[in-house]
């Protein structure tokens, strides 16, 4: 018997597989008795999702008793497919493979057990081992896609797009909604490991070449990967890209800006040209604090939207402490004062004249850090509302009966904290 007598429902989204399906059901089922043998699971029924194949797909998989076999009229997505089979099958893990022959079904056993030992929600089939043959322009983007989402949700990651997994049932409610197409996959990386609820575990699997026609087209589908990875970043860490557009911009304004700090230190001057230079160094600089302040914002948003602790470490927490009351008002406050010391002989040469002399260079930096101050005062006013929202929303929970209490019956213990009535 498998552990707790539980069951694996192994689901098979197809289109078009007329040349693979075959095998593919035979694999699974010929892999039940190596599972079954690992103490994983006692139990394992397959699934077939024809998802509006138009050739000999659903016949070849009806050909099979073992197997239930669910069929769309018109093609409704890879995503689908997978999700109209968990939807009918009974286990309590539920799987999925691809039907073109590149996965080894038996590798659902260590994926079984990963989800144990590591207490693990989903185990991903990592394709990217030395023993896998995905072709390279595919391995290459596979590659530079975990980078992204590794890069975005600081955890270490090798194939964001396996199509076969083992996930709890219990899981679901926390991985939707996740799309309908080819990207299923991948956008399920992408919540798993940036929303930080669920813990995913990946288990080197080996990889075939595929039987038949491949449906992904690597430019369009790329994007798409692309896509659904940047969306769930701005969805659940929306502070992670928009500090990665805020640091390149502040580099890129260091490194307009070099040339004339430089030949100021020397000479104690400026060229007329270097204007140019200087205000789109400003303007970098701009776009760089008005990215870091929305990145702020934003984070507390998408923690109170999804009911998230908010947290004051790594490099997003040290940016979130800047913005705290007292260290807004200390900064802001330093950088009007450094504005007004820069400006003050060209205000009172216009207060004692009527006109001003003064070196552009001075109006220049000094609205640059006017404007810096402004949005850390307008980021602070939206930290205190966001906070005041919060409170209140902690005051109404505080209000709300718990779920569990139980009034004592008449002569039994009372409840504590409840007072009879």
């Not at 010929?30 to 138009?54: F, K, M, N, P, W």
Request: hydrophobic content about 50%.
């Amino acid at each position: 018997m498998g552990r707790s007598g539980r069951s694996l429902s192994i689901v098979i989204p197809a289109l078009d597989e007329e040349q693979a399906i075959g095998a593919s059901i035979a694999r699974c089922l010929a892999a039940r008795a190596a599972i079954v043998a690992s103490d994983a699971v006692d139990r394992i029924e397959i699934l077939v999702v024809s998802d509006g194949s138009t050739d000999r797909t659903e016949e070849i998989a009806c050909g099979f008793e073992e197997v239930t076999v669910l069929a769309f009229d018109l093609n409704r997505g890879y995503g689908a497919a997978i999700l109209t089979g968990f939807a009918h099958a009974s286990g309590e893990l539920l799987g999925f493979l691809d039907a073109d022959g590149t996965c080894d079904p038996t590798a659902f056993a260590d994926l079984c057990r990963a989800l144990d030992e590591q207490q693990a929600d989903v185990a991903l089939g990592s394709r990217m081992g030395q023993d896998s043959a995905m072709p390279l322009v595919r391995s290459f983007g596979n590659a530079v896609f975990a980078w992204i989402l590794g890069t975005l949700s600081r955890k270490r990651i090798r194939d964001t797009a396996s199509g076969m997994r083992v996930l709890r049932r219990s899981a679901l409610p926390d991985l939707m909604p996740l799309p309908d197409g080819l990207h299923f996959t991948p956008a399920m990386s992408a919540r798993i490991l940036l929303e930080d609820k669920l813990r995913l575990v990946e288990v080197p699997i080996p990889y075939d070449e595929r039987t038949g026609r491949s449906k992904l087209h690597v430019l369009r589908d790329g994007m798409r990967f692309l896509g659904c990875i940047v969306q769930a970043a701005v969805t659940h860490r929306p502070a992670r890209p928009l500090l990665l557009v805020a640091s390149a911009a502040a580099v890129a304004a260091l490194l307009v800006a070099a040339l004339p700090v430089r030949h100021y230190v020397a000479q104690h001057s400026l060229e007329e040209w270097m204007i140019y230079r200087l205000l789109l160094a400003s303007l970098l600089a701009t776009v760089s604090a008005l990215c870091v302040s929305t990145a702020v914002v934003a984070e507390r948003v998408a923690a109170l939207a999804h009911g998230r602790r908010r947290r004051d470490a790594g490099p997003t927490g040290l940016v979130v402490r800047l913005f705290r009351r007292r260290n807004g008002w200390l900064l802001g406050s330093a950088l009007l004062g450094a504005a007004i010391v820069l400006c003050w002989p060209g205000l009172i040469e216009y207060w004692s004249t009527g006109h001003v002399v003064m070196h552009w260079s001075r109006a220049a930096l000094a609205s640059l850090l006017v404007v810096l101050a402004v949005a850390l005062a307008v980021t602070g006013f939206q930290l205190d509302m966001l906070d005041l929202i919060e409170r209140e929303r902690a005051g109404l929970a505080a209000l709300r009966p718990p779920d569990r209490i139980r009034r004592a019956a008449p002569g039994g213990e009372p409840v504590p904290g409840v007072r009879a009535g």
